[in-house]
């Protein structure tokens, strides 16, 4: 399952019918980044980058320029080198970008330098992500020094470099028909990943062993790498909110809060389940589980076009506090508690993230600086949790040490909205049930 190349044109024909006259926009690749003396990381493409092209090589760089006579669309990328492909694996090389990604002209990189400047000469304004990376800073303004030392020659460098995230980064934040599709299959690898750590978890293990049956489930239905690190803390390490240690060992009677999701074809999944180590909730583990529980079906049930993105944290906010003082876990009423900020000792993070290429995903939350309404295509996160400190003296010691995250994503939909990772478990018969069943 992939984004066809016909989307990928139209979302570089989105971007451009954007783009002011006379302008011309470049997005660079990726680099490969490396991990310890000649070994590199595995390559992850840039998340614009393969928004608007699909090529996932390293070392290349994406012009746009509409109107230009001879191609809208112009990319530079690394030549052809059979030694080196020997090595390192096939390249496309400009040939291949043309008649592979339905690139318009393509160069190799050794004559970006020359090339560039003749596409750049005569634009009023440059598009990029100004900062996003020291080196191509420097390296567009060698570019722009460049062609103005060719000004007496009648070259005219752009006056103007704007910012093209807001464009690019608002386009990428509404998913159409075909990243719906792979988010829903996201979503349903994830879910099966999960269901699987359920099932073969016993006291003794180690939260990495877990990790493993997790990652191993992703390898196998074609996801090689998770969308991001996993988490996987048993006990107390359930209330480190980015735990990623992933070394202790499960014991009986804690809580283990997994929290791990795939990366399918460059769009991610992301959940989060709490479960029993042994297969069953103490009272008070059940107690805190069940109010999480709450607070996420509500959130979700309030998803729907039209409410505003900061109106699902409020109400997680508020249902939490209600919760936290009917347990007895604080103290006084609701309303002066969230005035006062005292919940954040329980639930310090928000209620959630847009979700797509990227885990915490591009999107602004507020235009023109009010919270912004939910609109169908837009993908997030539901996700509440309780975290009660081994450390915080102002609860009785039966309640320290316990964390709980329940998380979804969700997709908005025209008439109310659609969870995309509703096949793992949550209800606690459900989970202790499921565990009761386990496999090896």
């Known amino acids: 399952m992939k984004i066809s190349q016909q989307n990928f044109a139209q979302r570089r024909q989105a971007l451009m019918a954007q783009m002011e006259p006379g302008s011309v926009a470049i997005v660079p690749s990726a680099k490969e980044l490396t991990r310890n003396r000649d070994v590199e990381y595995p390559f992850r493409q840039n998340s614009d980058f393969y928004y608007l092209t699909g090529f996932n090589e390293p070392d290349a760089m994406l012009v746009l320029i509409p109107g230009r006579s001879d191609g809208e669309v112009v990319l530079f990328c690394r030549d052809r080198d059979p030694e080196m492909e020997i090595w390192n694996g096939y390249r496309a090389g400009p040939r291949g970008a043309e008649n592979q990604y339905g690139i318009q002209q393509a160069f190799a990189n050794d004559v970006m330098d020359e090339e560039i400047q003749n596409l750049l000469d005569g634009r009023i304004r440059l598009y990029y992500s100004i900062g996003s990376s020291d080196d191509f800073d420097r390296q567009v303004q060698d570019w722009l020094r460049g062609l103005r030392a060719k000004a007496r020659n009648g070259a005219v460098a752009p006056g103007e470099l704007v910012m093209l995230d807001p464009l690019l980064h608002e386009l990428r934040l509404f998913k159409d028909d075909e990243e719906q599709d792979l988010m829903r299959a996201a ?3 994830s879910a099966e990943a999960h269901v699987r750590a359920m099932q073969i978890c016993k006291p003794g293990m180690a939260e990495y062993q877990l990790e493993a049956e997790i990652s191993h489930h992703f390898a196998m239905n074609g996801c090689r790498l998770p969308a991001y690190s996993s988490i996987v803390g048993g006990g107390e390490n359930a209330c480190v909110l980015h ?5 202790d060992l499960l014991n009986a009677g804690d809580l283990v809060l997994i929290d791990a999701g795939c990366e399918l074809d460059y769009y991610a999944g992301d959940i989060t389940r709490t479960f029993p180590v042994s297969g ?9 589980y069940e109010l999480v529980l709450k607070v996420q079906k509500a959130c979700i049930d309030a998803v729907k076009p039209g409410v505003l993105w900061d109106r699902i ?18 103290k006084g009423e609701p309303a002066e508690l969230i005035e006062s900020g005292a919940y954040k000792a329980f639930y310090m993070h928000r209620i959630g993230h847009w979700l797509g290429m990227d885990v915490h995903d591009v999107g602004n939350y507020k235009v023109d600086g009010d919270w912004r309404p939910l609109e169908p295509g837009m993908v997030m996160t539901v996700e509440p949790g309780i975290y009660i400190s081994p450390q915080n003296e102002q609860v009785e010691a039966r309640w320290r040490g316990i964390g709980v995250r329940i998380e979804d994503d969700v997709l908005v939909t025209v008439d109310g909205c659609e969870n995309l990772t509703d096949g793992v478990p949550k209800e606690v018969a459900e989970i202790e049930a499921l565990m009761a069943s386990q496999v090896i």
């Open 187 to 189: 979503g349903r690898i």
């Open 280 to 288: 069953r909730f103490s009272d008070e583990q059940k107690a805190v």
């Open 243 to 247: 735990y990623t240690e992933n070394q």
């Open 313 to 330: 944290h409020e109400l997680s906010v508020e249902l939490l506090t209600e919760g936290l003082v009917e347990l007895g876990l604080l």
